[in-house]
């Protein structure tokens, strides 16, 4: 078991490392946010049992020295948690401009829409779909990530299918928190629950054995039957989002969706006979 945790570490940490690595965050400062989330985490853990979280019980945890733990604790902790707002905000909108009728054109494809205006405007679909966000400072940031433009007429034009800001990258590494936490979270929560009606979906589907010139067929069957499966999940939800409708009455506050992500690696060279049946 040992074993196979680390391999998994290996696996997860690799990527990340190289993202840290090309934006040149050194060894020493990530093993101190490290050493900050493991006294954050124990704290976590020690409150949620009801003990109380001393700095002897979480040095004993964490296998950091007192000295340490009580430095860490003091110390302001950085928040993580980069803001994704307008991230969440602006998949909302892109999603339901490529699904709410009012919004389409007499193809079925996102109209080009006047900035203003009570229904069929950009200033109505902002206002249905994100909140109490302006109008003007939607469409700012959607301009910004290269999401949106405006035609020769004037008119806001849907620049993707997608919400993705490939021109901010600051924006993809707030993704990169938020996205990659909330699949490890899934996983975590799956390898400790024991109710199979409590498990979380966590599905995959791959192979390690197909040629190059099959990847483009694939690559465009998953960006378009992946977003009409989203933009299906995605008007359920907006239904049940207190950020749009403000009467949806209920209990709690509760994060929820759904990820797709489309993959493609090299495999290391493998023995000539790895389809073999031979034992």
Not at 19 to 46: F, P, T
Not at 77 to 94: E, K, L, Q
Not at 158 to 185: C, F, Q, R, W
Not at 230 to 248: C, E, G, H, M
Request: glycine share 8%; aromatic share 6%; proline share 4%.
């Amino acid at each position: 078991m040992e074993n196979i945790l680390k391999y998994a570490i290996r696996h997860i940490l690799k990527p990340l490392v190289r993202i840290l690595h090309r934006k040149g965050v050194a060894v020493g400062e990530l093993n101190e946010m490290l050493k900050q989330i493991y006294v954050e985490v124990s704290e976590d853990v020690l409150a949620a049992a009801g003990e109380r979280p001393t700095t002897s019980r979480i040095a004993i945890a964490t296998g950091l020295t007192r000295k340490e733990v009580a430095q860490l604790r003091q110390a302001m902790a950085v928040d993580g948690d980069a803001p994704t707002g307008s991230y969440n905000r602006g998949a909302r909108v892109m999603t339901g401009w490529l699904a709410d009728a009012e919004f389409l054109d007499v193809e079925g494809k996102p109209a080009h829409l006047p900035l203003h205006g009570e229904r069929g405007s950009f200033a109505a679909l902002v206002s249905r779909y994100s909140g109490d966000m302006p109008t003007r400072a939607m469409f700012q940031e959607m301009e910004r990530v290269g999401a949106v433009q405006r035609d020769a007429a004037g008119q806001v034009q849907l620049m993707a299918a997608g919400y993705i800001p490939h021109s901010d990258e600051a924006e993809k590494l707030s993704i990169l928190g938020t996205d990659v936490a909330a699949l490890m979270n899934t996983i975590a929560h799956n390898l400790t629950t024991q109710e199979r009606s409590q498990l979380h979906f966590q599905r995959k589907v791959s192979y390690d054995n197909l040629p190059v010139e099959a990847l483009p067929v694939f690559k465009a069957m998953v960006a378009r039957d992946g977003l009409d499966l989203l933009i299906k999940f995605n008007a359920y939800l907006a239904t049940q989002d207190r950020d749009s409708n403000p009467q949806v009455e209920g209990t709690g506050c509760m994060r929820a969706g759904v990820g797709i992500y489309y993959f493609e690696e090299p495999v290391a060279a493998q023995p000539e006979d790895r389809n073999s049946n031979d034992v």
